[in-house]
């Protein structure tokens, strides 16, 4: 099933496109968050911590292929936008060529440095071997992560967000099912957490695949698509790397973020982990918008319709403004009590965690609305197939970020790593917004 956004009214499209997109990434979420739920409940503070520091790093791989992914099938929609059948099954036979072949790479290189990129964040001892199986089997597992992201990204970029939520649930609920049994029946511990991820994702990306073959024959590729085309792949490339290389300078401020929290010991680690999971959901709303307003941009840019996308922009920035707020207050409100989901209330070192937990939630949670105003903007310019400011948005989230871990956390302690989300975000806000209005007044003038 495939939708065509450029006609009808921009907030409803957009509003019903987001939707199933809240839904579906924030199931991806809840991935992570159930690994850490069950880990800290019954396997301990120290387990929570080993699992919880390696976010970081997941996020430095993880997100590289998120990236490179929502990057390369942007030119999927404008192909579909354009009506050029043939243009888009040409570019799902590049994006899997490409998306493997960077995958493969990926975890070539970040494999064998696994327990060393590790020891140089300055892992406490005691969380060090838990942190490394857990990580060493999702970084394995890279290669299956793609082929799932991948096929969600080729469908969303059609105008479908509910099928792949619908796939993604399915998926998150393999993934229920499999980690008990493999933390508390099989007794793996915790690279039973990381090995019930993996698989899931495996028998998620076997339901994406034979969910296009059935329902998706646009995307029907033939002999002659999986011809190299040097014009059709740099096409992509322009668009996807420079997304994918964004992610992994944002990541790569998080793992200087991380080094400054490991420095403060077992217990600031394990609140920063806890609280990574909860932002990570809460934050779906925007992020959801944000990639519906890539998708909508994409096929619009495509037919050439600009009108459109100003008034899509300026409808989307009202409903993400309103998410931002009213879960910014949710978190605020009840923080502790979701922090209480992650170590219990009577466990060891249990009220320091929470009293951490909620600075953090507290700092972020009221500020919400520059990362709404981000992220609408930074996908817009995606959507239209400009990478170069997105990437300088990277640069100066990594600046403002490592400055909050170097500078901050030295003389406010957890406080400091607290302000380095809404630091960076600020600083990524700028040049987007900036180059958003500038594209704006040429974009009209060209309509």
């Known amino acids: 099933m495939t939708k065509n956004l450029t006609e009808g009214d921009p907030t409803r499209l957009i509003f019903f496109f987001a939707l199933p997109l809240v839904a579906g990434n924030m199931m991806q979420q809840l991935y992570a968050f159930i690994d850490t739920l069950i880990v800290g409940r019954f396997l301990g503070v120290n387990a929570l911590a080993a699992v919880g520091c390696t976010g970081s790093l997941m996020f430095l791989a993880l997100g590289f292929l998120m990236g490179f992914c929502t990057g390369v099938t942007i030119y999927t929609g404008q192909r579909f936008g354009a009506g050029d059948r043939a243009g888009v ?16 790479t990926l975890t070539a290189i970040v494999l064998p440095l696994t327990r060393t990129l590790l020891v140089l964040m300055e892992t406490p001892p005691e969380i060090l071997d838990g942190a490394y199986d857990f990580i060493s089997i999702v970084f394995a597992g890279l290669t299956i992560f793609l082929l799932l992201y991948l096929q969600n990204c080729l469908i969303r970029a059609l105008g479908d967000s509910t099928k792949p939520m619908i796939l993604l649930a399915v998926t998150l609920g393999i993934n229920i099912a499999l980690e008990p049994i493999a933390i508390l029946i099989l007794g793996w511990g915790i690279p039973g957490a990381a090995l019930a991820t993996v698989i899931s994702q495996a028998i998620g990306a076997l339901l994406f695949y034979i969910y296009i073959r059935r329902r998706v024959p646009v995307l029907h590729t033939r002999w002659s698509d999986w011809k190299p085309n040097r014009a059709v792949l740099m096409a992509h490339l322009r668009m996807g790397l420079p997304m994918a290389f964004q992610s992994s300078v944002i990541a790569i401020g998080a793992i200087i973020v991380q080094v400054a929290l490991n420095n403060l010991g077992a217990l600031p680690v394990a609140a920063y982990a806890a609280t990574q999971k909860i932002d990570a959901v809460a934050v779906m709303p925007m992020l959801s918008f944000g990639y519906a307003m890539a998708a909508y941009t994409a096929q619009n840019y495509g037919a050439q319709k600009y009108e459109r996308i100003r008034m899509g922009v300026h409808a989307c920035l009202k409903m993400s403004m309103a998410f931002a707020v ?11 009590f979701f922090l209480e989901l992650f170590v219990g209330a009577d466990a060891a070192g249990a009220e320091e965690v929470i009293a951490y937990g909620h600075t953090y939630l507290v700092v972020t949670g009221s500020t919400y609305t520059i990362l709404a105003l981000l992220l609408v903007y930074r996908n817009v310019l995606q959507g239209l197939g400009q990478s170069v400011i997105p990437t ?37 806000a700028i040049p987007v917004t900036i180059a958003y209005f500038w594209t704006e007044r040429t974009l009209c003038h060209a309509s």
Request: glycine residues 14%.
């Open 392 to 428: 300088i948005a990277g640069a100066m989230e990594l600046i403002m970020r490592a400055g909050a871990a170097v500078f901050l956390c030295g003389t406010l302690g957890f406080l400091g790593a607290c302000l380095a989300n809404p630091l960076a975000w600020l600083g990524a």
């Open 326 to 336: 009213s879960i910014g207050i949710l978190l605020i409100a009840f923080g502790t």
């Open 89 to 104: 099954r040409q570019s799902a036979a590049a994006c899997i060529m490409l998306g493997v072949a960077v995958a493969l």
